[in-house]
C-alpha cells in the first residue's frame, strides 16, 4: 500500500507476547509471522519499543521538535536491530548483519512520507501512532507487505513486565490483548536458570534464582489491568499447532493462513541455535516429561506446592508431594 492509503489510528488489535521462564515466546511470534492481517517486526527488534517511543515524544514535546525527518530518525537510532546494518548476532546467537532487517533508507523515506500524511490530516502523534508507523514502515520494505486497512500489530516485548509497563499499555492502546507463552513450570523455570547460569550470568546463583523466580511468578500471574489476557502452551504450539493458531485467529478476527504453521521470521524460514546444532521448524516429537538440570527433586516438589494452583489453570499435571501444605 501506498503511504497515503495508510491511516496510522486504524490498527485493530495490538498483540503484546511475553514468556514466562523460558516457554517459546519467539516461537509465537515466528509462528504469527508473515500473516496476510498482521504486522510483525523481528521479534528481538522492539522488547521495549512503546516505552522507548513515549521518551521520544516527551523529548519531541520539550524540544518543540517540528521536522519529520528528525522524528523519524530519532525513532531509526532508537531501534537498531530493525535493520540490515545491525550485529543481529548480539541477541539472535547465529544470525549476522544483512541476514535479516530493512533497508535503513527505505524505511526512512516510507515513514517520513507516511508520517507527513498523518500530520497532514490534522492528527497528532501519539506512542500508539508512532508504533504503528514503525510497523508500517518495516512492512512497506518486505516484498509482500500487507493489503488490509486495519490490521493487527504483534509485538514480542518478550521480558516480564511490571504493574507501571502494564498500566502504560492499557493506557495507550484500547485495543491490547497480552498473549503469555507458559511451559510446564518447572521445566521453564529450571531452563531459565540453567540459560543464565551456564550461558549468561548476571550473578550470584542465589541472585539468579531469586530475580528469575520473581519474574517467573509474574509472568505466570493474572495482570490488574483491565486488558484481554491469554496464555498459549509451549507445549501444544509443538504438538497441537493448527487447534493453537485457529483459536488465536479467532480471538484477533483474522483468517487462518498456512504460513501460521511454519516458523518464520520476515517470511523467511527462522533458524535457532540448540546444543551446537541449526535448528527450524516444528518438534511433534517433543518431549513432555518433567526433566530438569538445575533444580533439584526436592526443588521440584516445593514448586509443585508453591505453584499448585498455577499448575492445576493451565492445564499441568499437579504431583503430590512430601511437602506439606
Request: glycine fraction near 4%; charged fraction near 20%.
Amino acid at each position: 500500500m501506498k503511504s497515503a492509503e495508510i491511516d496510522l489510528d486504524a490498527i485493530n488489535k495490538v498483540v503484546g507476547i511475553c514468556y514466562a521462564g523460558r516457554s517459546g515466546s519467539y516461537l509465537l511470534s515466528n509462528l504469527l509471522d508473515g500473516h496476510s492481517e498482521l504486522l510483525c517486526c523481528p521479534p528481538h527488534a522492539l522488547h521495549n519499543s512503546p516505552f522507548l517511543i513515549y521518551q521520544i515524544i516527551e523529548k519531541i514535546k520539550s524540544e518543540d521538535i517540528q521536522s519529520v525527518e528528525k522524528i523519524v530518525y530519532m525513532l531509526i537510532e532508537a531501534h537498531p536491530f530493525l535493520f540490515q546494518d545491525a550485529d543481529h548476532s548480539l541477541l539472535l546467537p547465529g544470525y549476522k548483519n544483512k541476514e535479516i532487517g530493512v533497508d535503513k533508507t527505505k524505511f526512512f523515506d516510507f515513514a517520513v512520507s507516511l508520517l507527513k500524511t498523518h500530520f497532514a490530516s490534522g492528527k497528532t502523534a501519539y506512542p500508539k501512532t508512532l508504533f504503528a508507523l514503525i510497523h508500517w514502515a518495516y512492512e512497506a520494505c518486505k516484498k509482500n507487505p500487507p493489503k488490509v486497512r486495519a490490521p493487527s500489530i504483534v509485538w514480542q516485548r518478550h521480558m516480564p513486565m511490571e504493574n507501571d509497563h502494564l498500566e502504560f499499555l492499557s493506557n495507550e492502546f484500547n485495543n491490547f490483548v497480552l498473549l503469555t507463552c507458559v511451559r510446564q513450570l518447572e521445566v521453564a523455570l529450571d531452563s531459565h536458570l540453567a540459560h543464565h547460569i551456564n550461558e549468561r550470568p548476571f550473578g550470584t546463583q542465589e541472585q539468579i534464582f531469586s530475580t528469575l523466580f520473581g519474574q517467573f511468578f509474574n509472568s505466570i500471574s493474572r495482570k490488574k489491568q483491565i486488558f484481554a489476557q491469554y496464555a498459549v502452551r509451549f507445549e501444544d504450539m509443538h504438538l497441537n499447532t493448527e487447534l493453537v493458531m485457529n483459536k488465536i485467529c479467532n480471538l484477533l478476527d483474522i483468517g487462518f493462513e498456512d504460513i501460521l504453521t511454519q516458523t518464520t521470521m520476515d517470511g523467511l524460514p527462522f533458524y535457532f541455535y540448540k546444543n551446537g546444532k541449526k535448528i527450524t521448524g516444528l518438534n511433534k516429537n517433543l518431549a513432555t516429561e518433567v526433566e530438569t538440570t538445575v533444580l533439584t527433586e526436592t526443588d521440584k516438589s516445593f514448586i509443585q506446592v508453591l505453584l499448585n494452583k498455577f499448575l492445576k489453570a493451565y492445564g499441568y499435571e499437579a504431583p503430590s508431594s512430601e511437602i506439606s501444605e
